[in-house]
């Protein structure tokens, strides 16, 4: 992924990663930045998500949306890393 930056890019990744110093260490080497962050939902920040949803000001893009008793599924394609968007699981 940091090949594909161009120089003094960023890459933002919202999952926790197994050692950012590492890649820090190699964004630093291609002149580029790796950083991450996690957040824990809470049910304020839940509801300015749902606010800037409903007016429009925030788009989500989906790429699937599968059924909660296939969330297998949905865990499997993750190590392949070709999803784009998110990938919703619906209740029923």
Partial sequence: MLRALRKDGLLISARKLPDIAEI????????????SFVCEPDYAGLEKLATL?????????????IPLENAIEALEKIPQGHLVGKTVLKVS
């Fill in 24 to 35: 820090k260490e190699a964004a630093a080497k291609l002149s580029v930045r790796g950083s």
């Fill in 53 to 65: 949803i409903q007016a429009g000001s925030l788009n989500i893009e989906v790429s699937d949306v």
